[in-house]
């Protein structure tokens, strides 16, 4: 829980009054967890999604398991659902609080981010493909806030770069 904390306080973005839900969360008892990753291409044009079953096309991730850190399982959601190993950038992307299932209750999830080239190859989870999708574009999700909050971190990405400040 305290590299949630850390990882909480340090993120780009908060959406949905995050920080505050989380210091109450952290009286009680809080499961589950959840850890993501918005991996964009270099050129910061493209972003790429995982079709979930029932959420439509999400950002890789998934629980984080008991003992494990979330960043450790970002990274771990990103390999088994994309089948891509990569260094996620030292600073959160981004920190919210959502329901994933009808039956949770709502959570916090961390957003981690990556910069990945296009031509890496994919090898998701059967019955749940990986794909590019380009940043102007729409795609079907649950989370349709999602689609800016991805699109005003790419681009704050590509800023930094531009600069030389990354």
Not at 7 to 19: I, M, N, Q, S, Y
Not at 113 to 132: C, F, K, N
Not at 141 to 152: C, H, L, Q, T, W
Request: aromatic share 8%; proline share 7%.
């Amino acid at each position: 829980m305290d590299e949630a904390v850390a990882d909480a306080c340090l993120a780009a973005w908060e959406f949905d009054g995050a920080r505050a839900w989380l210091e109450e969360a952290r009286r009680h008892p809080m499961e589950p967890l959840a850890a993501e990753v918005w991996v964009t291409d270099p050129a910061f044009e493209h972003v790429l999604l995982v079709k979930h079953r029932l959420r439509g096309w999400v950002p890789p991730g998934g629980k984080v398991e008991s003992g494990e850190a979330p960043r450790a399982a970002a990274a771990r959601e990103l390999l088994e659902e994309t089948g891509l190993r990569s260094e996620l950038l030292p600073e959160p992307a981004a920190v919210a609080v959502r329901s994933y299932r009808a039956d949770w209750s709502p959570t916090l999830g961390l957003s981690y981010a990556a910069v990945v080239g296009r031509d890496v190859p994919l090898a998701g989870e059967q019955h749940q493909p990986a794909a590019w999708f380009r940043l102007d574009a729409d795609w079907d999700s649950v989370f349709p806030e999602d689609r800016e909050r991805i699109r005003a971190h790419a681009r704050r990405l590509a800023a930094g770069r531009a600069v030389g400040s990354r």
